[in-house]
């Protein structure tokens, strides 16, 4: 194995540590090789949420506002309608009838109609519209065009005023019409566009850029051996857009060190996309082991940057890394096998969206475990469940590699190293697209699931057998 050269010097405290394969040019120290330690799980979430600061407020264009928060207040920049317009298609009148017909959009004399439609402008001297339903035309002793009142007209229509929309009548200009702090939904965005406004100031959310690594992934058709299925390209960027990211699209490189220095580099290309944004989150998925093919160190430490985790002790996802670069950017290395990438974007990169979308500590809850867990001293394991009579039992096919349990699972569960006896509440956190982990049963209330035993009748004697505690149905689990 080629070991990767050392990052340059930094003034830093906080700078890269050296990773296991990586050599130092001092030789005492080659002999004795610089370690770190992993963060337990729950310090991971922690480094990772408490290293962001949030995205202060930026201006977006109403077509890219929909579900950001609005950081200010929406605001009439003018009388809503700025016009007195029509209700209905008929005429626009001003007086009593029957009345002369003038040309459309001329001031009306008194006892004068012209024709109008929904939303057109009322004409100066216009009193009223009578509703198209409601008129009649017809001559008068010269055979001039005459409009009456008949149809479907209603004893003293039209009233003054009647089927006319007031300039203003929504909304006068200044008027707060969406208070800040909502999450705009598409009425919010019409709203903002009938009161004049192109853009809106929304609370900041973090840009995510993917890095897709791997010579030997495919994207289309049955791989041969040696060769896998790409299973980032369909799913990781919906999931950051779940857990609070904006895509902003997404680069493959193959395993070369120069192709990984280029990606986290993040040169301007050669045609530059005016609508591309600047990532603040670079998410990589593999090149974080210790093979002459992870280069995700070594690149951090020639871009000057620093990591904040390296390594988490739990399993799947033990060789996850956080990095901050010099420029603000925070580098997520995910594992290469699926699930564990998973695992590592729940406990890293969950809690770092969360903190830079200014939201908060993605939430933990316990459900009672539907099995005994043995032991597994020194590391956290995290378990998609499903949910079986109300207690959570482990998903079967879960191996670093595997998605098929995670595709049915209802959570996950996070089992201490000390293991986890039946019935025994365990901690657990809601998959981005699932429903929130169910709260545990109040004391007093009834259990949802399985039915109430009845009481045991006389006939059973005193020595009839009671449930001992717990059932394992974990085993019903297909």
């Given at each position: 194995?080629?070991?990767?050269?050392?990052?340059?010097?930094?003034?830093?405290?906080?700078?890269?540590?050296?990773?296991?394969?990586?050599?130092?040019?001092?030789?005492?120290?080659?002999?004795?090789?610089?370690?770190?330690?992993?963060?337990?799980?729950?310090?991971?979430?922690?480094?990772?949420?408490?290293?962001?600061?949030?995205?202060?407020?930026?201006?977006?264009?109403?077509?890219?506002?929909?579900?950001?928060?609005?950081?200010?207040?929406?605001?009439?920049?003018?009388?809503?309608?700025?016009?007195?317009?029509?209700?209905?298609?008929?005429?626009?009148?001003?007086?009593?009838?029957?009345?002369?017909?003038?040309?459309?959009?001329?001031?009306?004399?008194?006892?004068q109609a012209s024709p109008i439609v929904t939303g057109g402008l009322i004409p100066p001297g216009a009193k009223a519209v009578?509703?198209?339903?409601?008129?009649?035309?017809?001559?008068?002793?010269?055979?001039?065009?005459?409009?009456?009142?008949?149809?479907?007209?209603?004893?003293?229509e039209p009233g003054n005023g009647q089927h006319i929309r007031k300039a203003g009548e929504e909304a006068a200009a200044g008027?707060?019409?969406?208070?800040?702090?909502?999450?705009?939904?598409?009425?919010?965005?019409?709203?903002?566009?009938?009161?004049?406004?192109?853009?809106?100031?929304?609370?900041?959310?973090?840009?995510?850029?993917?890095?897709?690594?791997?010579?030997?992934?495919?994207?289309?058709?049955?791989?041969?051996?040696?060769?896998?299925?790409?299973?980032?390209?369909?799913?990781?960027?919906?999931?950051?857009?779940?857990?609070?990211?904006?895509?902003?699209?997404?680069?493959?490189?193959?395993?070369?060190?120069?192709?990984?220095?280029?990606?986290?580099?993040?040169?301007?290309?050669?045609?530059?996309?005016?609508?591309?944004?600047?990532?603040?989150?670079?998410?990589?998925?593999?090149?974080?082991?210790?093979?002459?093919?992870?280069?995700?160190?070594?690149?951090?430490?020639?871009?000057?940057?620093?990591?904040?985790?390296?390594?988490?002790?739990?399993?799947?996802?033990?060789?996850?890394?956080?990095?901050?670069?010099?420029?603000?950017?925070?580098?997520?290395?995910?594992?290469?096998?699926?699930?564990?990438?998973?695992?590592?974007?729940?406990?890293?990169?969950?809690?770092?969206?969360?903190?830079?979308?200014?939201?908060?500590?993605?939430?933990?809850?316990?459900?009672?475990?539907?099995?005994?867990?043995?032991?597994?001293?020194?590391?956290?394991?995290?378990?998609?469940?499903?949910?079986?009579?109300?207690?959570?039992?482990?998903?079967?096919?879960?191996?670093?590699?595997?998605?098929?349990?995670?595709?049915?699972?209802?959570?996950?569960?996070?089992?201490?190293?000390?293991?986890?006896?039946?019935?025994?509440?365990?901690?657990?956190?809601?998959?981005?697209?699932?429903?929130?982990?169910?709260?545990?049963?109040?004391?007093?209330?009834?259990?949802?699931?399985?039915?109430?035993?009845?009481?045991?009748?006389?006939?059973?004697?005193?020595?009839?057998?009671?449930?001992?505690?717990?059932?394992?149905?974990?085993?019903?689990?297909?």
């Amino acid at each position: 194995m080629t070991p990767n050269p050392p990052g340059p010097p930094s003034n830093d405290s906080r700078s890269v540590t050296a990773a296991p394969g990586d050599v130092s040019e001092n030789p005492e120290q080659q002999t004795a090789p610089a370690k770190h330690l992993a963060h337990t799980w729950e310090e991971a979430r922690k480094a990772a949420f408490d290293i962001a600061t949030p995205i202060p407020p930026g201006r977006v264009p109403l077509g890219q506002a929909l579900g950001r928060v609005l950081a200010e207040d929406i605001t009439a920049l003018h009388d809503m309608p700025h016009y007195a317009s029509s209700a209905m298609d008929g005429w626009a009148v001003n007086g009593s009838g029957p009345w002369i017909v003038a040309d459309a959009g001329l001031r009306l004399a008194p006892h004068q109609a012209s024709p109008i439609v929904t939303g057109g402008l009322i004409p100066p001297g216009a009193k009223a519209v009578l509703r198209s339903e409601s008129a009649v035309l017809g001559t008068d002793d010269d055979g001039l065009p005459l409009l009456m009142t008949g149809g479907a007209a209603r004893p003293g229509e039209p009233g003054n005023g009647q089927h006319i929309r007031k300039a203003g009548e929504e909304a006068a200009a200044g008027e707060v019409l969406v208070k800040a702090g909502v999450t705009l939904n598409p009425a919010h965005l019409a709203v903002a566009a009938l009161a004049g406004h192109d853009d809106l100031l929304v609370q900041g959310k973090p840009v995510v850029k993917l890095l897709l690594t791997g010579s030997e992934v495919v994207a289309h058709g049955l791989p041969v051996p040696g060769q896998v299925r790409d299973t980032f390209g369909p799913q990781l960027a919906a999931v950051v857009e779940m857990l609070g990211g904006i895509n902003g699209g997404q680069e493959r490189i193959g395993d070369s060190y120069a192709e990984w220095l280029d990606g986290l580099a993040d040169l301007p290309p050669e045609v530059p996309d005016p609508s591309a944004l600047p990532a603040d989150v670079v998410i990589t998925t593999g090149g974080t082991g210790v093979s002459d093919t992870d280069h995700l160190r070594r690149a951090v430490a020639e871009l000057g940057g620093r990591l904040v985790i390296d390594g988490i002790a739990m399993r799947p996802g033990h060789p996850a890394v956080l990095a901050e670069l010099p420029d603000g950017r925070f580098v997520l290395g995910l594992p290469g096998n699926p699930l564990a990438a998973m695992m590592a974007l729940s406990t890293v990169g969950e809690p770092l969206l969360a903190a830079l979308g200014h939201g908060t500590m993605p939430p933990v809850q316990e459900v009672p475990c539907g099995t005994t867990i043995e032991p597994e001293p020194g590391r956290t394991r995290l378990m998609p469940f499903r949910l079986l009579y109300g207690m959570a039992s482990p998903a079967k096919h879960t191996g670093p590699g595997m998605m098929r349990g995670l595709a049915s699972a209802h959570g996950v569960m996070v089992v201490p190293p000390h293991g986890v006896q039946l019935g025994e509440p365990v901690p657990a956190f809601a998959l981005p697209w699932g429903p929130p982990v169910p709260a545990p049963a109040q004391p007093g209330t009834k259990p949802k699931g399985r039915p109430a035993a009845k009481p045991a009748t006389r006939a059973a004697g005193k020595d009839a057998a009671k449930p001992a505690g717990p059932v394992d149905w974990s085993a019903l689990l297909g």
